[in-house]
């Protein structure tokens, strides 16, 4: 048998201060994240803020700063310009404007082609989300986090009991809000794929909470040990092997996404893979030790 | 034991067969045709084969605007048939208007004349007074509302009907709520080319110039009341500049497009370049003939969305019902101008909102590299477990390849639409997938240390993993599902493949690999696993 680890016996209910310090703090960050992002000061994707995002492909490379200057002339001082290095690639992003439904595409494209004439461009790539569709994407995407946490709480109380379904919701959050927290530090752009990632890591990281709480269950029933810490520490012991196999395999497939998946998945793959990491920690280091301090020692036996 | 082997395994084949029937037309091309054509396919999302995806908002209060005033011109024409004198009149929010009549018994006349002509308003009274009196109409409810589902309905058959002319393969045109319509159009390249196609309101009106005012003073705001200044647009061919010049018109259209029963593209008239040219039906063949009969030597503008492209001289009567647009067009605009006077003008201006175009060139490049993530993480995720696992190992692998499998095959089937989060879901998914497999094989693990037989410690190890592997499956699912209910396009893709790889998991992680280990049981007990 290839074992990882081997009969642990690690004392993770010793240790919770220093995990909920950790955890504490890294919330926070998340949280300033999540301020910045409601005052519009975190780097919104165009989905999610309004504007214009288009990916252009040039034969030769031009200067940035020259198509900087153009685009300042054409009232986009505020455009964001980016490009992949060696293709020839440059990605234009200007924000929505207010209320305004423009579209500036057709103009940045056209003003680009009169300005390198001998320079021919594809356009590979155009959205153009109006601020109307951005406000609806934005509170879609608070709605849809707000019932996830509802439908997770609900099916967990029903299958073990409330107080596992809320701590599992709370340290749900507590991924979710890391993973705001680490972008937004990074400076990396919350769009749409980046909620469609959270929500992906919420799922998987109550999946793991989940195999916890359930074995917690069962080594209550047997009533192996006396308190209800012990119960747990031997619970996260006797599940860890396939916690960190689980995380590695989902590891893996996340790391060939990011090295290989290309351009547009790149920031989608860094959130999953920094979620799968954040979200096993908090599924043994967060979720049981909640259920602990709230439950007390009393070792009631949880309904199957 | 052996029953239940058989029949499980029957199974696993028939499912197998199924799929692999079914998944091949979306992997190959070189297929019998009757095959191709009766197996459902994996469509490919916009974002994978290029294309151009526009949310359209409909701007139903211009409609409604329109029609009203509409009925105020036809209101004031009744009137002046009938000898009623009308002062003046005006609007009076979106759906209604208000006529300024002369004191007397006049109101009263007009409101009983206009009961009778005019059924879709609701005509009052308003207050009279020594100088005169008003009368209000006011678009019924039921109109308005009629005018608000045709905006958008009418506006879907419109669109559907010109971008058929246009040629695009496997278009989508839905409504979404009340006042949207969204547009796919798959494998269209030229987002400024789908967007006049699809966005053009397209009102073709016939109106004379009025060559009595003087556009000096209709500049300065001193303009008949039942003109209009509009721009003549042309364009230099040399220089490529626009150039626009004034032109006072009479408000009311002659003729408007609705007549029209074809339009082509010619080319070589006298200012060079494409026109397009139109005939008529009968009834329009009718009213043109009069109009020209009528208005000899005088300038007929053709405007099209409120933009005059020529006012030609009408040189004598025209009886043919034809008529021609000229105006400095390319050939390709030329085209396009022809289709969508062919399919009509849309009931209400839309406005795009929301334009998503992927060129073919990146949609390409996402499928390539979105097939490689895939193929290397499924690599490292099998011989991940080949090696940890050993031969239990291998058992979950064969299953890993099922679930793809299946999870293609439903794909198909349902005929989902696969993008490129799509792939990214089912990248995932693999490495998800496994952890059923690994839940029990750690479970097995422990049962075969408590010193059970490799039978029993088997069969206990699926037991009790089973409730496990269900519960962390479902939050899986749920948080798949509710993304699937709030995501656009491409994460609705997302959601299909994960929720449905995971789903399936199910069904492969615990039917597919107990059935190895039971018919290697079966036909001779084991008495040690590699696990």
Known sequence: ?304 | MWKSIRWRATLIAVLTTVSIAVVLPSLTDSLPETWKKKMPKIHLGLDLQGGVFLRLAVEIDKAIENTTLRYADDARAICREKGIPVLGWQRAGVDGFSLKLPPGDFAGRALAVLKDELGSLDLSQGETRPDGATLIGRLKPAEVQGIRTNAVSQGVETIRNRIDQFGVREPQIVAEGEDRIVVQLPGVKDQQRAIELVGKTALLEFKLVDEGASIEEALKGNIPEDDEILYQRSVDRQTGRTTKTPLVLKKRALLTGDTIKTAKVNFGSERGGAHVSLSFDARGTKIFDRVTAENVKRRLAIVLDGTVYSAPVIQERISGGEAQITGDFTAEQASDLAIVLRAGSLPAPVKVIQNVTVGPSLGQDSIQKGVRAALIGAILVVVFMGVYYRFAGLVADFALIFNILFLLAGMALLEATLTLPGIAGIILAIGMAVDSNVLIFERIREEIRSKKTVRASIDAGYDKAFWTVVDSHVTTLITAMILFQFGTGPIKGFAVTLSMGVAINLFTALVCTKVVFDYINARRPMQALSI
């Open chain 1, 1 to 304: 048998m290839m074992e990882i680890i081997k009969n642990t016996n690690i004392d993770f209910m010793g240790i919770k201060k220093y995990a909920f310090a950790f955890s504490g703090a890294l919330v926070l960050l998340g949280l300033v994240g999540v301020v910045q992002i409601y005052r519009g000061e975190a780097n919104m994707g165009i989905d999610l803020a309004g504007g214009t995002s288009i990916q252009l492909k040039f034969q030769r490379p031009v200067e940035m700063d020259q198509v900087r200057r153009m685009l300042a002339g054409a009232g986009h001082a505020e455009a964001n310009l980016q490009e992949v290095p060696g293709e020839n690639i440059l990605i234009i992003k200007v924000g929505a404007r207010g209320k305004e439904e423009k579209m500036v595409s057709d103009q940045v494209v056209n003003l680009l082609r009169q300005k390198y004439p001998d320079n021919p461009l594809t356009v590979e790539s155009v959205a153009e989300i109006g601020p109307a569709i951005g406000r609806k994407l934005r509170s879609d995407a608070v709605l849809a986090l707000a019932v996830s946490a509802l439908a997770i709480i609900v099916y967990l109380a029903w299958r073990f009991e409330f107080k596992f379904g809320v701590a599992a919701t709370i340290a749900t959050f507590h991924d979710v809000a890391i993973l705001v927290g680490i972008f937004h530090l990074l400076g990396r752009e919350i769009d749409l794929l980046f909620i469609t990632a959270l929500l992906t890591i919420a799922g998987y990281s109550l999946t793991d909470t989940v195999v916890v709480f359930d074995r917690i269950r069962e080594n209550i029933r047997l009533r192996k040990r006396s308190t209800f810490s012990e119960t747990i520490n031997l619970s996260v012991n006797e599940v860890l092997s396939r916690t960190i196999v689980t995380s590695l395999t989902v590891f893996f497939t996340c790391l060939a996404l990011l090295f290989f998946g290309g351009g547009v998945l790149k920031e989608f793959a860094l959130a999953l893979t920094i979620g799968v990491v954040v979200g096993t920690y908090s599924s043994v280091f967060v979720a049981s030790p909640i259920v602990a301090i709230w439950r007390g020692e009393k070792m009631v036996e949880v309904k199957r």
